[in-house]
């Protein structure tokens, strides 16, 4: 299909004796004809780098380049690209008319091409979801079936990471939430290390799995990290996307991918609970294995009543509890952070414990006490 768009623009370089360049909708080259000693020291920067500067890409968009034509190639669905024509002296009606009948050629070319990318894409992200399924055999044949679709044919290990966001979609004029998310990945993981990507854009957790030839690095992983969190900050939406992700540790096998994406998971609640914008499975294991343990809040019904009790007292009966345990029950600490006397720390612990039916100095009782706190500050 490539050949057939780098024809045409062939064609109607040597009808015009001029320099043609087509480009994407992000100013990335598609197809350059030959030189005829017309072309400027920017347009010749983007041809010898493929890929335009951000102060380049800049200039691009302002249409600040002389002697040129540009032609946005559009389709019912947004642009497609750019036709640049070059204009050292002034186009004869035949010339303008050979290029009206390109355009559409390319146009025409440029949808085909659009629409058989976002057939493989579709394919591919119905696989990925095919690698989250609880059936074995089918996360076998979807790993199977993304091999095939040229996807991690040399990656040898594989990290989960889901970007959960916390912005409500309610409608509004802007893209759609599918385009706000790829476009912020497409931005954002542009990294050598790794060998492949894909991703399911999808509100609020979307999942991305990432393809490494040799063992990451953390480094390179934090990199990565950092770029989808700034890149989703500087996303143009009504509301901030508040942006988290979680990061699940390397796994082996494109089939245990499920694996890594679950960890990532519960790394987003670790982030959340703590108010960072990013945690790792691997590199907190602690707080890890305590949103594992204390994942699942029990129904009404098995909540014992002294539990019941808590959750119904009073902030500065929680706050006393919470310090009591932040704390590892040692009074004297408890009474600097509430800026009382140990004396009075014991008085009001006793009142409290008696208030919600709890001996305070059984340890099963404190035990029980910290993990419902846990899981309350885990939900946030």
Known sequence: MFDTVQET?????MALNRSVVLEDA???LLASSAHYDDLDPARLQTLTARCPTEALAA???ARRLHARLAITLRSRYGVLGFLW???VRPLTPSEASVIAETVETLRSLLVNVSQSIEAVNAEVESEMLGL???DAPSRSNAASELVDLGMYTRSRRFVALCLSLGAEWAPWGGPPPREVISRVLLRAITTPMIDAYSFVPSTPDTF???GFRNEPTPEAIDSMVAAIVREADAADVHEPLDAVVGIGAPVDGLADAWESYEQALVAVRVAR???RRSASWTADPIAASVATLLAQEPPPHLLPDPLRRLAAAPPETIELFEAYVAHGERITEVAEQLG???ATVHYRLKRAAASIGIDIDADDARFVIGAWLRQRWLRG
Request: a positive charge; aromatic letters at 4%.
């Open 9 to 13: 623009v062939d064609r109607l370089a």
């Open 26 to 28: 992000e100013f990335v």
């Open 59 to 61: 200039e691009l968009r």
């Open 85 to 87: 024509v070059t204009l």
């Open 132 to 134: 989250l399924t609880p």
């Open 208 to 210: 991305i799995l990432i």
């Open 273 to 275: 609970s703590r108010g």
């Open 340 to 342: 009382v006397h140990r």
